[in-house]
């Protein structure tokens, strides 16, 4: 294994691959340099003088200044880097269109055609409230049901609580419709009960409404103030909905119908040399071969928003870019927030200093594909290629923002290591291999392999295998622990 990489010839650090001692020796295009002090794994170390306020360099870009001087074979961490970022700025469409490897499209993976055309990669039967207020029902009808059925056949059922559905106004009133209906007309569910109060704000006429067409045998509707037992009726409605979803059967189908969310968290110093390349030459293979792919997280673009602005497909997409990060930027300002409060603590300790060198790691997941489109938080995919989605950083918020727009699965990069799962396939990727080799319960593939000698091309071929293979029906980690979850974003008042 080696050392330490230098990721662009222009950087004037580089990554230790491994914990340094103080005085250890290493070798950098035929440069000697000592350490200076102990350096962790996934760290940065100076390999040239850095004068204060001078920039520093990773991955060819900027990722601050220097604080203090810096010498040869210092770690160059929080002590003495500084964020360059500020608040808004005025940008022009400069495009620099990239080579893109070659996809597949003959190769297929087994999935459910669904009536509207769309194709899911798992048949579950999900209760869906409108609102907070029949969370503990939702959960009662889904325990009896499950008690009395013993539902083997399909994949999954689940309840999908929140908090929301009332109490909210304009836009946070809207988005909860929106993405509520988008989880109801969900290809991954085979099944749906939506259950709501009867006197929230959302009410079910309209959520009805909203839906415009949809499958009527699998989306269900029940009002709990308006019969007698909701409990009884919601348990029959599941037994009903479960007995024209064991009719389902996996077809071969494209892989073309894939859309792939592209996530990141609990980030390290790995994340943009391993796992996050490797999402990045996934999504060019995907999208090479027809399919889609999602990048969000508008926060962790801050920084390395001109080289994805430099590949949107034409001046219309290059325009909803530029308002897709300043609009954020004026959220943040909204709230008087500065924009730079990023990386996390757990960001930290494994070696990410600044946003910029955060984004700039981040952003490789959506790897040199055009950008054909940008969405708002809620809005459904409508263009095959890759696309943008404002969503925040959260882990749950972003994952379940992915579903919502229609991702079937999400790939879940991360260096720390999390448990988590959203409400559609949440695969977790490791991007070192002692947290894979730690938690094998949580992580499902290691990209960590990429230091340990092997090539990307090599693990690119082991990973789409692997894809094709929990898309056609493979479980991951957190399905089989059961952890399933959605959330919200949340940006107005509560009344």
Not at 15 to 35: A, F, K, Y
Not at 48 to 68: C, F, M, R, V, W
Not at 109 to 128: M, P, S, T, V
Not at 454 to 467: A, G, S
């Amino acid at each position: 294994m080696e050392k330490f990489i230098r990721i662009s010839p222009k950087d004037n650090v580089v990554v230790c691959l491994q914990p340094h001692s103080s005085g250890e020796q290493l070798q950098v295009d035929g440069q000697q340099i000592t350490v200076l002090q102990e350096i962790p794994a996934g760290h940065k170390v100076a390999i040239q003088k850095i004068e204060t306020d001078e920039l520093i360099l990773k991955y060819g870009e900027p990722i601050g200044h220097a604080t203090s001087t810096i010498e040869v074979g210092e770690h160059v961490h929080s002590h003495n880097l500084k964020t360059n970022l500020s608040g808004n700025l005025e940008y022009t469409y400069h495009p620099n269109f990239r080579k893109l490897s070659e996809g597949e499209p003959s190769r297929t993976f087994k999935g459910y055609l669904r009536k509207d055309g769309k194709a899911g990669i798992r048949n579950e039967l999900w209760i869906i409230p409108t609102v907070g207020c029949v969370n503990g029902q939702a959960q009662q009808i889904l325990d009896i049901f499950k008690s009395e059925v013993h539902p083997n056949d399909i994949d999954a059922v689940q309840v999908f609580k929140h908090n929301y559905g009332c109490s909210q106004l304009g836009d946070d009133h809207a988005n909860t419709r929106k993405v509520l209906g988008n989880m109801a007309k969900h290809p991954n569910a085979g099944g749906v009960l939506v259950l709501s109060l009867g006197c929230e704000n959302l009410q079910m006429e309209d959520f009805r409404d909203s839906l415009g067409d949809f499958d009527e045998e699998r989306v269900r509707f029940l009002k709990a103030q308006a019969v007698e037992d909701e409990i009884e009726e919601g348990v029959k409605i599941l037994k009903e909905l479960y007995e024209v979803m064991r009719r389902d059967q996996r077809v071969e189908l494209p892989l073309s119908e894939l859309n792939i969310g592209l996530k990141c968290g609990g980030s390290d110093g790995f994340s943009g040399i391993t796992a996050n390349p490797l999402l990045g030459a996934f999504s060019d293979f995907l999208t090479a071969s027809g399919g889609t792919t999602i990048l969000t997280e508008v926060p962790e673009m801050f920084g390395a928003e001109k080289q994805l602005m430099e590949r949107a497909e034409n001046e219309a997409i290059f325009g909803k870019t530029v308002s897709l990060i300043n609009d954020f930027k004026d959220y943040f300002a909204a709230h008087n927030q500065p924009v730079y409060e990023n990386p996390s603590p757990g960001n930290k300790a494994g070696g990410i200093t600044t946003l910029e060198e955060k984004s700039l790691g981040c952003t490789q997941k959506g790897g040199n594909a055009n950008i054909v489109d940008v969405l708002k938080y809620g809005d459904p995919l409508s263009k095959k290629g890759l696309n943008l989605l404002s969503a925040p950083g959260n882990d749950l918020v972003a994952t379940s923002a992915l579903g919502f727009s229609g991702c079937q699965m999400v790939l879940f990069t991360t260096g720390r290591g999390t448990p988590f799962g959203s409400f559609i396939p949440t695969m977790k990727i490791s991007t070192n291999t002692p947290i894979y080799e730690k938690k094998k319960h949580w992580i499902d593939f290691n990209a960590g392999e990429l230091v340990n000698g092997q090539t990307m091309e090599e693990l690119l071929d082991e990973f789409v295998q692997y894809i094709i293979n929990v898309a056609s029906g493979e479980k991951l980690n957190h399905e089989k622990s059961g952890f399933r979850e959605m959330a919200i974003f949340k940006s107005g008042v509560t009344l």
